[in-house]
């Protein structure tokens, strides 16, 4: 337990006194604390609390004082105590300040604590206070809070630890001098309040009058020292650290004193800050600045280093491609059945203002591309439609619009015309290619003059779509591929060949019935009233011998078969 003041043996005590900084924190807070806490290697246990109601006087704060004893022997010249005072508004911390020292043996010390409006909502790191708006350390050497002590006694200034504090208390004060009654004495009307976690209310501490140090009656009686005291012997304690040497300067290490051993520095996991923004947030890792929570800003927002912040870009890049608008229509067809035009869009350009880190448009340009548009179909004059593009069966071929035998074959005469194709002007004209030569519209008519004699038998050639033919009998053109040789299938009767051994190049008494030149089913072979066997189409047939009144009763043959005209037009077999 912590005693009052007059209770512990060593004599030892601390005035402290709260007060205010001119020009004063006037209504800025309405109560203070004072917390008296006791720093170890294990860290920092809260020993005392005292609250009293703020009291203003033309603006400034009342001073208010609190008489501290430690809570054994023990801790005099050796435990390094934290004394913090806060100013309060309904119960919220507003302003503090705070130091750390020792109880000096058989010393009265007399601590000021100062709160300054400029550190209002200022928070330091836990070994410093504010002053100023700065934050600094909160040690402070003990030897320069007993009173009477001069400034010029504390030999080495604030640089002295706490193991010198008995010899330079012991510099200004006459050895010879004896204590007095008053060294007993406390500040106030009311004993000191214990330093035993209890907080107590305005009475149980005086507030001072508007001097903001004790009174001199109070000054001259804490100035007489025993000088006997075995306290300050040569032979007492001198710890080996007092707190402010351990600090290091490195956020990232935790630095303790053990006033036995000395200081130490373990490394912590506490916020830091390497300078650099745009790596993130970061953390202490192996007593350095090193571990960070990676780029801070979500995209599409970038980070600029040189602005400490998330930015819409930093160079052109970071604004992404062009914003194109949609395409517009297909246009510029040059006729009717073009399928192929063009068609145009806006593209807005975007650059960076890296001095406000925003994209903005910078310009616009025009993309142009090529579209199609089928025509397939569409009338382009009479008879004539659009196909692939061209207008077909308007009777011209139009090499300049790429009309040709394969796109427009009722116009164009080529060898991509397909044979049973017939001009558009002309449906009597077909697209050939005789021996060889340029395709050209002809009539069946004269196609058939180039197979009129025995000499253009197997000579005579043509050519439509990509098929050649040979004349193979006087006026008849076959599909037949190759030249005419002497076997049968090549379109001629040669010598020892006969309707029954090939019944597709002669034609006798011996040709069966269903035997057609060639096998394509154009001509047949018959014997019409009794006559000559010969190739014959149907409509030859029927118009030569069944096509009037005078013809019924004719007959036709083939091998193993007779029919007769019936009416005119009908052949059958037999007649009803």
């Known amino acids: 337990m912590l005693g009052a003041c007059g209770d512990d043996e060593s004599g030892a005590s601390i005035d402290a006194i709260v007060s205010d900084e001119p020009p004063g924190l006037g209504e800025t807070i309405d109560s203070i604390r004072v917390t008296v806490s006791v720093l170890s290697t294990e860290g920092e246990t809260q020993v005392g609390t005292y609250e009293h109601a703020a009291e203003l006087r033309e603006g400034r704060l009342v001073p208010w004082s609190v008489r501290l004893t430690p809570r054994s022997q023990s801790d005099v010249g050796r435990t390094l105590y934290r004394v913090k005072a806060s100013g309060l508004r309904g119960g919220a911390e507003i302003v503090s300040t705070q130091h750390r020292l020792v109880f000096v043996p058989n010393r009265r010390l007399v601590l000021a604590l100062r709160l300054d409006g400029d550190c209002v909502g ?135 004193c053990e006033p036995s051993t000395g200081c130490s520095h373990a490394s912590n996991a506490a916020d830091c800050d390497d300078g650099t923004f745009c790596n993130g947030t970061d953390r202490c890792g192996g007593g350095t600045c090193s571990l960070h929570a990676g780029p801070p800003c979500d995209a599409p927002a970038v980070c600029d280093e040189s602005m400490d912040r998330c930015v819409g870009c930093v160079v052109d890049d970071d604004c992404g491609p062009d914003v194109p608008d949609e395409w517009g229509p297909c246009e510029g067809f040059t006729s009717t059945c073009d399928e192929w035009g063009l068609q145009r869009r806006n593209v807005t350009e975007l650059g960076c203002v890296a001095a406000v880190g925003a994209c903005i448009n910078t310009g616009a340009h025009e993309d142009v591309q090529e579209c199609f548009l089928s025509t397939a179909g569409v009338s382009c004059g009479a008879g004539a439609t659009c196909v692939a593009g061209n207008c077909c069966g308007d009777g011209a071929c139009m090499v300049s619009f790429s009309e040709n035998g394969l796109r427009c074959p009722s116009d164009c005469c080529d060898g991509d015309t397909p044979c049973g194709v017939t001009r558009s002007s002309d449906p009597s004209q077909y697209c050939r290619s005789v021996n060889g030569g340029p395709f050209q519209w002809i009539t069946e008519a004269q196609a058939l003059l180039l197979c009129d004699s025995p000499g253009e038998i197997c000579a005579t050639s043509y050519t439509c779509g990509g098929t050649s033919g040979f004349c193979v009998i006087d006026g008849i053109y076959t599909y037949r591929e190759g030249p005419c040789s002497a076997v049968c299938g090549n379109g001629r009767c040669d010598a020892g060949e006969t309707g029954a051994s090939c019944g597709t190049d002669c034609c006798d008494s011996s040709s069966a019935c269903g035997s057609t030149f060639g096998g394509f089913g154009e001509l047949y072979c018959r014997s019409f009233d009794g006559g000559p066997y010969e190739w014959i189409t149907a409509a030859d047939a029927l118009e030569d011998h069944c096509s009037t009144a005078a013809h019924v009763g004719g007959t036709y043959a083939c091998v193993g078969e007779t029919g007769f005209c019936c009416a005119p037009g009908v052949f059958a077999p037999m007649c009803p």
């Open 122 to 256: 200022m928070r330091c790191a836990v070994d410093q206070r504010c002053s100023d708006a700065t934050c600094e350390s909160d040690f402070i050497p003990a030897c320069t809070l007993v009173v009477g002590t001069r400034p010029d006694d504390c030999r080495n200034g604030d640089e002295m630890d706490a193991g010198s504090v008995a010899d330079m208390a012991m510099a200004s004060i006459d050895a010879s001098d004896e204590p007095t009654s008053a060294d007993a004495t406390p500040p106030t009307d009311s004993g000191p309040p214990p330093l035993d976690g209890a907080s107590t209310d305005d009475d149980g501490a005086t507030a001072l009058d508007s001097a903001t140090e004790p009174d001199a009656a109070t000054e001259d009686a804490s100035m007489a020292v025993d000088a006997g005291s075995d306290a300050f012997a040569p032979d007492a304690f001198v710890p080996r650290c007092t707190g402010p040497e351990c600090d290091d300067g490195n956020p990232c290490t935790t630095d303790t």
